[in-house]
């Protein structure tokens, strides 16, 4: 390998990418756009569900039945319903995600027995939001029913029995806030990774056969190898740079907690980086027009980390063979180290596996991109 052939190419490309305003926008916008419209954009948390309430009694126990709900920051009343007929309108309007009745007899039932029902209606239409809303309300009302429950026997000289109760302490360790912004982010900084290191090297080679400048390159001197790494080598340190925007933000901007090894991360993102460049050199190579080289990565990238490396939906929630299948998604693993490293502050020990198989994928990925290179015209 020349060293100097070798400076030359990566000189060659590095004007490239200068003079090319797409590549530029995809360098510098897209990891800005991006982190700001993922970052704030995708959350997991459900809060403030529009509620309306249609109170038969409009007593001031029912009353207190409304005030658990709206006392809690999981739902927000929108509307004070008057009829049924007013319920079904603003279901079907969407004014509101749930309709919580409470009865005409309702201060009497609870007078009288010391137990009462309310109803509760939910549009299922989004069956994630609705089971967690109904969850949110199930919690809303035992609070208050057991504030209830304690007032009636009090009044009816009794105690609220005790004995055999068992009472749940959750712990919750590495995300004590059950923030989903803490989940989500270090996979979005795999996203923007991903999507800008493949669409970058996609254009590389094909850059060569649209301008016509293939036959030049092919009478040089240079061998595929050094091709390959003199290309590859100024969309490495903007991958690193992009990386360390993006790292950044998530633990100055988006304050999500980093409490593993920095070492670590700066090896394994760039071990991802060259994953994810290496694809796409690979697909400029085998494609040789920038639009359709560029599609391609897209898809090679985009849909693999969105839909399968546990960046937006659970691995173990999904049927076993689509879990086979993501064995060999190459960002689940970053996906798993940043994870781990931001949230968990686990040592390298505990990530040998994903480390190994980020490994793995860089050295398998750049030789096939490597031999992919023929210095010919066919």
Same mark, same amino acid.
């Given at each position: 390998?020349? %060293?100097?052939?070798? /400076?030359? !190419?990566? +000189?060659?490309?590095?004007?490239?990418?200068?003079?090319?305003?797409?590549?530029?926008? !995809?360098?510098?916008?897209?990891?800005?756009?991006?982190?700001?419209?993922?970052?704030?954009?995708?959350?997991?948390?459900?809060?403030?569900?529009?509620?309306?309430?249609?109170?038969?009694?409009?007593?001031?126990?029912?009353?207190? =039945?409304?005030?658990?709900?709206?006392?809690?920051?999981?739902?927000?009343?929108?509307?004070?319903?008057?009829?049924?007929?007013?319920?079904?309108?603003?279901?079907?309007?969407?004014?509101?995600?749930?309709?919580?009745?409470?009865?005409?007899?309702?201060?009497?039932?609870?007078?009288?027995?010391?137990?009462?029902?309310?109803?509760?209606? %939910?549009?299922?239409?989004?069956?994630?939001?609705?089971?967690? /809303?109904?969850?949110?309300?199930?919690? /809303?009302?035992?609070?208050?029913?057991?504030?209830?429950?304690?007032?009636?026997?009090?009044?009816?000289?009794?105690?609220?029995?005790?004995?055999?109760?068992?009472?749940?302490?959750?712990?919750?360790?590495?995300?004590?806030? @059950?923030?989903?912004?803490?989940?989500?982010?270090?996979?979005?900084?795999?996203? !923007?990774?991903?999507?800008?290191?493949?669409?970058?090297?996609?254009?590389?080679?094909?850059?060569?056969?649209?301008?016509?400048?293939?036959?030049?390159? !092919?009478?040089?001197?240079?061998?595929?190898?050094?091709?390959?790494?003199?290309?590859?080598?100024?969309?490495?340190?903007?991958?690193?740079?992009?990386?360390?925007?993006?790292?950044?933000?998530?633990?100055?901007?988006?304050?999500?907690?980093?409490?593993?090894?920095?070492?670590? @991360?700066?090896?394994?993102?760039?071990?991802?980086?060259? =994953?994810?460049?290496?694809?796409?050199?690979?697909?400029?190579?085998?494609?040789?027009?920038?639009?359709?080289?560029?599609?391609?990565?897209?898809?090679?990238?985009?849909?693999?980390?969105? @839909?399968?490396?546990?960046?937006?939906?659970?691995?173990?929630?999904?049927?076993?063979?689509?879990?086979?299948?993501?064995?060999?998604?190459?960002?689940? +693993?970053?996906?798993?180290?940043?994870?781990?490293?931001?949230?968990?502050?686990?040592?390298?020990?505990?990530?040998?596996?994903?480390?190994?198989?980020?490994?793995? +994928?860089?050295?398998?990925?750049?030789?096939?991109?490597?031999?992919?290179?023929?210095?010919?015209?066919?």
């Amino acid at each position: 390998m020349n %060293f100097k052939r070798l /400076a030359a !190419i990566a +000189y060659k490309e590095t004007l490239q990418v200068w003079r090319d305003p797409r590549s530029l926008a !995809i360098a510098l916008l897209m990891p800005l756009l991006q982190m700001v419209l993922l970052g704030y954009g995708v959350s997991l948390d459900i809060k403030r569900v529009p509620l309306c309430v249609y109170d038969q009694e409009n007593s001031q126990t029912s009353r207190a =039945v409304v005030q658990g709900f709206t006392a809690s920051k999981w739902f927000a009343v929108a509307r004070i319903l008057g009829d049924e007929r007013a319920v079904r309108a603003a279901m079907d309007r969407g004014l509101c995600a749930g309709v919580v009745t409470v009865p005409v007899d309702f201060s009497r039932r609870l007078a009288a027995t010391g137990t009462a029902s309310v109803q509760s209606v %939910f549009d299922a239409t989004d069956a994630n939001t609705t089971n967690i /809303a109904i969850g949110y309300a199930e919690a /809303a009302v035992a609070r208050t029913a057991a504030d209830f429950q304690a007032r009636w026997a009090a009044a009816h000289g009794r105690r609220v029995p005790t004995v055999g109760t068992v009472d749940l302490e959750p712990r919750v360790w590495f995300n004590e806030g @059950l923030d989903s912004r803490n989940f989500i982010i270090p996979g979005v900084v795999a996203v !923007i990774l991903g999507l800008v290191g493949a669409q970058l090297t996609s254009l590389t080679i094909s850059r060569e056969w649209e301008r016509g400048t293939m036959e030049q390159l !092919i009478s040089t001197p240079v061998t595929a190898l050094e091709v390959m790494i003199g290309k590859l080598v100024p969309y490495f340190f903007i991958g690193l740079l992009d990386a360390a925007f993006c790292l950044g933000a998530a633990a100055y901007w988006f304050r999500v907690p980093f409490r593993g090894s920095l070492g670590a @991360l700066v090896v394994t993102t760039a071990l991802f980086t060259l =994953v994810v460049l290496g694809i796409g050199y690979l697909v400029s190579v085998r494609i040789r027009s920038q639009l359709g080289a560029s599609q391609v990565a897209l898809m090679l990238t985009m849909l693999p980390i969105n @839909l399968l490396s546990g960046y937006a939906f659970p691995i173990d929630q999904m049927p076993a063979p689509i879990r086979a299948v993501t064995l060999v998604v190459y960002a689940r +693993y970053f996906v798993t180290i940043l994870r781990a490293l931001f949230l968990k502050g686990s040592t390298v020990g505990a990530l040998a596996v994903p480390i190994a198989a980020l490994v793995l +994928y860089a050295v398998v990925i750049l030789w096939v991109a490597a031999r992919g290179f023929r210095k010919r015209l066919d």
